[in-house]
């Protein structure tokens, strides 16, 4: 066999000189550049994710813990069961309120205005007198004796104790103190400085609001240029008389600006003045022989004061004191002075606990921060999810048989198969529109339901299982079909028998997806009702519930700052259930999947 060799001409300049090259060069680089483009965007995308996980699980963190109160409770035989039956019915019936408020005042006896009666009853949650009566309730043999409980703290008390009002920071001060006291208030003098640290910061303040002032008076020098500049243009007599006067008001509110933010930079030079102290400025606290004093005057030595907690003796040099500052000003956070002052006493004296929080996860929603938990969602969720399997998995399944293995080839089928695809980009809310006017409205399904809820994401979920199962299905080879007709077996028999248990992962893989999305959603069960505050576990698929996404949506809608960290909380368990449920559908595809 002859070899036939054919000379084909290259065109000049294509390969082998300069130009190809450079064209070779130019490839390479934006080849590279464009792998860098992609690598930069996802890393990106990954720092993004990051960012966001983290910080849901950073405030979720707070909500992992709850904070207790420990007092002694004398529970009175007259008070709680004065028949001597000692049933929980009668137990129940107590007047347990009034006596967790007859604990609190007996551990601070000297509270006396109603005012700090109840800036002292908030100290511990609404909800601590039903857990002491539930105590006592199921443990009659208490009755008569005095026992130590430890009441659920409040959200307020709660996030103090966690920082998210500051913390009481002592300052290093050492010296002797000499105290007078007078009847309305307190003066102390010390041998050193002990103030300075606090006096510098009102110093500052002052300087700060002197520099607020003088940009209020800018903007009132600029009205008066305004004014003036009317006055002149205006051919109006009376116009002409209107602006001037105006003027002239606005050159006095920047005068009296102006004399304002002098004198306080006046004194803000002035070192050795003293300061009144005022809701804007963080506190200043002295511990004193047991006793508490809120300081209301400063100087760098000397103060003036009132006595919150009563000092235990009339020692006018006592040998043991401390000074505190808070870090926030008292009109910048929702507990007062007072109540830090308790709550440091009681922790001094070991009597405030902080555990982990298993209410968050065995307690049911609540309008108290403290008490709220997701158990009633998670139950919802749960009841509901299995509903909307039940309906979408073989439905949605039987659905991909009959389209892919017997459906003949004509218009009406493409009809289905164009809405079929339609309906997975249809937003979510149109669903709950239809569960809302046709299931609710026209069929009377219980609103609020699960029942509900799962057959509006039965119905939204449909089209993603259609689509996959039939995926799932065409990808088996026409060889297995082919062997088991060849062999006796009928088309039911060959698509039940061979097809889907072959076709089985893809298609569980495709469920699992979207069961994953109905998990999440919450625009159709609002729609729905499903909104509802409800109190009690479900324990059906007809009883009033609702879903983990909704209790999400509502509690980031609620006022009280405790329900930030329990949102975040419940987003990252949301967020759990998701990634097992695609972890398993990952699982299932590479654990059943088959090459051809």
Known sequence: MNEIVTDIPTPAGMH???????????RKRAEIRLRAYGILALTLAMLALAIL???????????????????????DTATIDPDGTATPETILRADFGGLTKATLRAAFPLVKARRDKKALYDLVSGGASFELARKVASTPALIGKT???????????????????????????????????????ITVRADRPIFATALAKVKARQIRDAERLRRQAARQQNGVDVFTARAAAATDAKARETNLKAAERARARAAALLAKAAA????????????????????VLLRADGGWI?????????????????LKSDSARPDKWQLYMTDLPERARRISDKQIIWIESLRHAGKVKTVFNWRFFTAADSREPELAG????AVGSFWTMLVTFLLSFPIGVLAAIYLEEFAPRNRWTDFIEVNINNLAAVPSIV???????????????????????????AIMTLPTIIIASRASIAAVPPSIRDAALGVGASRLQMAFHHVLPLS??????????GMARALGETAPLIMIGMVAFIVDVPKGITDSATVLPVQIYRWSDFPERAFEARTAAAISVLILFLIVMNGLAVFLRRRFERRW
Not at 374 to 377: F, T, V
């Open 16 to 26: 082998g000189n300069a130009a190809s090259d450079r064209r070779l060069r130019r």
């Open 53 to 75: 996980l983290w910080s849901v699980v950073r405030k979720a963190g707070d909500a992992l813990t709850e904070s207790y109160i420990e007092l002694p409770v004398k529970l």
């Open 147 to 185: 026992v130590n409980f430890d009441f659920l703290a409040s959200d307020t008390v709660d996030l103090y104790l966690k920082g998210a009002y500051g913390r009481l920071q002592p300052v290093a001060a050492q010296g002797g103190l000499t105290l007078e006291i007078g009847k309305r208030k």
């Open 264 to 283: 306080l930079e006046s004194a803000a030079r002035d070192r050795g003045r003293a300061e009144k102290l005022g809701r804007t400025d963080p506190s």
């Open 294 to 310: 809120k300081m209301t005057r400063i100087g760098p030595d000397q103060g003036q004061g009132k006595v919150l907690i009563p």
């Open 374 to 377: 997701i158990r009633g969602a």
């Open 431 to 457: 669903f709950g529109l239809l569960g809302l006017a046709v299931f609710i409205g026209f069929f009377g399904v219980p609103r609020s339901a699960p029942l509900a809820g799962g057959i509006v994401l």
């Open 504 to 513: 089985l992962p893809g298609i569980l893989t495709g469920t699992i997806i």
